[in-house]
């Protein structure tokens, strides 16, 4: 078994907008000491850790500075924002054979380097690069965890609490399966600090139930592309996912997120990494949780799984 983290180095390879605006959440989240950026431009690295280092007077002391992939030698968490971007039109998927070339420059560098710590896969399309990263990063399959639908998740839990008037945090409900067009919403499990979602939209609003669900689905569903149509990326929400994240590896939380990663048979499901709850700790990925779901909801996952699987079998690792 691997040593376990100390959490106190990250690095993010890629400074585009996810990757510098995770370094930000990063820099005011306070856990880490050492953070370190690796871009293919340089000049961007080195920019952006100017710009966020100017804000440590008003922070919490730490040191950040542009580098190289020597530098993942001691880091605890790498995380990997780096790649092409989605574009107005395009699906996750379609992004899959650009960013995979990509992916295995990365990964050799990352083997090459002698890291050891929790890789974090967040580029798109995640489940896909998150199997690759799995194959060729040399690292155990629980230290190789994909951002995968945490983000969904919060996205779906907000888009409740606004319905229904709730806190966010006290909707617990999970998106399972691709980050993408694929995903499904565990709703058969879904609750208000215990009270099942049906009761509580019963006490909280009128009209049909199904209807409810239908509506909220398509707003989660197509929220990134809204996003990307409006503004042409989307990046807060995501680094918030990362540094949520990064609480539970470096705090060693035990938290329960909806991660990607590599599933190991369960529901028949093997040979693909998707989003499942998972325990979250030091050492990565300690617990897979199968979660409870109706028929319908184990033939959706299965289904997610199945086009995920042919899209790997067309790569060339």
């Known amino acids: 078994m691997p040593e376990k983290i100390k959490g106190r180095k990250v690095a993010i390879i890629g ?36 710009d966020i280092s ?45 960013n995979v070339a990509i992916f295995e420059g990365i990964m050799a560098q990352i083997k090459e380097s002698g890291f050891s710590g929790i890789l974090l896969i967040v580029s798109n399309p995640v489940d896909i690069l998150t199997h690759v990263s799995i194959q060729l990063s040399g690292l155990p399959a629980q230290r190789v965890i994909g951002s995968g639908t945490v983000l969904d998740t919060g996205r779906l839990k907000q888009i409740i609490s606004q319905r229904l008037g709730v806190d966010p945090r006290n909707v617990h409900v999970r998106i399972l399966g691709e980050h993408g067009d694929s995903e499904l919403i565990a709703w058969s499990s879904a609750h208000v600090a215990g009270i099942p979602l049906e009761d509580f939209f019963n006490m909280r609003s009128a009209g049909s139930y199904e209807q409810f669900r239908s509506e909220v689905s398509s707003l989660v569903r197509n929220s990134a592309y809204e996003i990307i149509d409006k503004k042409k990326a989307t990046y807060f929400g995501i680094a918030m996912a990362i540094k949520r994240i990064c609480e539970c590896i470096v705090r060693d939380e035990k938290s329960v997120l909806s991660v990607s990663n590599s599933m190991q048979g369960e529901y028949g499901i093997e040979g693909v990494a998707l989003s499942t709850p998972c325990v979250l700790g030091s050492d990565g990925i300690e617990v897979r949780m199968p979660p409870s779901l109706s028929y319908k909801e184990q033939a959706q996952l299965k289904a997610s799984a199945e086009q995920l699987k042919e899209v790997i079998a067309g790569l060339d690792l």
């Open 54 to 98: 100017h804000g440590l007077a008003f922070a919490r002391p730490m040191d950040i500075s542009a580098g190289s992939y020597a530098d993942l030698a001691d880091a605890d968490v790498v995380i990997v924002t780096a790649g092409a971007s989605q574009k107005p039109g395009e699906s996750r998927l379609d992004l899959v054979s650009k």
């Open 15 to 50: 400074c585009g907008f996810v990757g510098a605006t995770s370094a930000f959440a990063l820099m005011e989240s306070g856990l880490f000491s050492e953070m370190v950026l690796i871009d293919v431009d340089q000049d961007r690295a080195e920019g952006e850790a100017l």
